[in-house]
């Protein structure tokens, strides 16, 4: 039976110059009060030396396949892990266990454990986005193993980019939130969760669910506005309403009392939140500012129609009475994101989301600063779309930026994945 208090935590390290840093997380884990036993690839022993990782972690640092095999070490270290901790891992290290290869201790110990598994990537950009890694990600979150990182900066030469691997105690507290009850490092963010915790456990309904957010009451809005010209016809927008959808369902799946503020959605609205159904913009409007009051986070993930008619006809509009042009008078509607975060409770987070059709990353972050700086919002959710992006579709990819413009996390994947992710910057006080 798992101690929380004191866990069996394996930690893996493949080989790339970050495994320096692996040393930090290991010492992080044992002052945390665990019993730490590092598996390292050869290639990470030429990174750092084994006296340093068994000064640091007490324990006698494995790398050899062959050796107490009397004890059958090639399983039984993944056998007796209550946590298994990947740090860092490297391009080579996720192809290999994206097809459950075993030809060193490290694979055997993955394929032997039935514990929860958080990985660390680290490697050059170009790797972290080459269409091999990318799907071998895909695959090992989709088995549940957990990611933290790989943050965007400074590599190991003069680039930079998306690839340096999280920093030791942010892999310490992403790994132990991984089991509920585990105590973090004293001086460690215990409280929060890391920058970029994905296919955490929680995110897929095959495996037990974290519960952070218990206690948490969570408002989201999700799907578009339809702004109604005449009896039949409305203004309207693509969005289906599928990602904020999946925003309800993460929290309510993690413990949240959730609020759903469904204007139009082409999905089902979920079990086990409240729904309030709305059309327009100016109902969305009143709605959110009845249950923002009672909110703790609120997500504005719906498409908000901008401007709606000036004038609503009462029948049907004939093109006969309107001849071969048509003008629409339209006017602005309030900007219901800025108002919510203008009159939130101190205690409050807001969160708004920016659809935005930038050409590159680098376009997309610099109208996204702007934007949250104009709405007040503490976070918000950045993602490009087009006619074939974004919208309607199963998959997104999102960068996070705080208020002051920090990149906070990255996420791609599913919807219920980036979901998942996007509530993990809400940094619960407990989990
Ligand atoms: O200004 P823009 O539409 O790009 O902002 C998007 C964010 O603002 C989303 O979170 C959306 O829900 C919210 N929004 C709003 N009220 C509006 C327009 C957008 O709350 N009138």
Not at 33 to 44: E, K
Not at 398 to 413: K, N
Request: net charge negative.
């Amino acid at each position: 039976m798992t101690n929380p208090e004191r866990l069996t935590v394996v930690v893996g390290i493949s080989g790339g110059i970050a495994a320096y840093k692996a040393v930090g997380v290991v010492r992080g884990l044992v002052l945390a009060g665990h019993d730490v036993h590092v598996v390292a690839t050869d290639a990470a022993l030429r990174f750092v030396g084994r006296p340093t990782l068994e000064a640091i972690s007490r324990n006698i640092v494995h790398s050899d396949l062959y050796e107490g095999v009397a004890q059958v070490r090639h399983v039984a270290i993944g056998q007796s892990a209550d946590l298994i901790v990947i740090a860092p891992a490297t391009a080579n290290t996720l192809a290999k266990l994206a097809t459950g290869l075993a030809d060193d201790l490290l694979g055997t110990t993955v394929l032997a454990s039935t514990a929860p598994v958080i990985v660390a990537p680290a490697m050059h950009t170009e790797m972290w986005q080459n269409a091999a890694t990318v799907a071998n990600v895909a695959t090992l979150r989709s088995r549940g193993i957990a990611f933290v990182g790989p943050e965007s900066g400074q590599l190991t030469g003069s680039d930079s980019g998306p690839g340096r691997m999280a920093e030791p105690d942010a892999i310490v507290a992403a790994a132990l939130a991984l089991v509920p009850g585990a105590p973090a490092a004293e001086g460690a963010p215990g409280a929060d969760p890391g920058p970029a915790v994905d296919g955490a456990p929680g995110a897929d309904p095959d495996l037990p669910t974290r519960h952070d957010l218990a206690g948490v009451r969570l408002l989201v809005s999700a799907g578009g506005t339809r702004e109604p010209l005449d009896p039949v016809r409305f203004l309207g927008n693509r969005s289906s309403g599928k990602q904020g959808v999946a925003l309800a369902v993460a929290a309510r799946d993690r413990g949240a009392e959730v609020t759903l503020l469904a204007a139009h959605l082409e999905v089902p609205a979920p079990e086990g939140v409240d729904v309030v159904q709305v059309e327009t913009a100016k109902q969305l409007a009143q709605a959110a500012a009845e249950y923002a009051q009672d909110s703790d986070v609120i997500i504005m993930a719906a498409a908000v129609a901008d401007y709606r008619p000036a004038s609503i006809a009462q029948t049907k509009l004939k093109k006969d009475a309107i001849g071969d042009t048509m003008t629409l008078e339209l006017v602005k509607n309030p900007d219901i994101l800025a108002s919510l975060a203008a009159n939130r409770r101190a205690d409050q987070v807001v969160i708004g989301f920016a659809a935005e059709t930038a050409g590159d990353t680098a376009e997309l972050l610099r109208v996204g600063r702007e934007k949250l700086e104009r709405k007040g919002c503490d976070f918000l959710v950045l993602n490009r779309v087009g006619w074939l992006r974004g919208f309607a579709v199963d998959d997104n990819a999102v960068v996070v930026v705080s208020r002051g413009g920090d990149i906070v996390m990255e996420a791609s994947g599913s919807k219920a994945a980036v979901a998942d992710r996007i509530l993990d910057v809400l940094r619960p006080s407990g989990s």
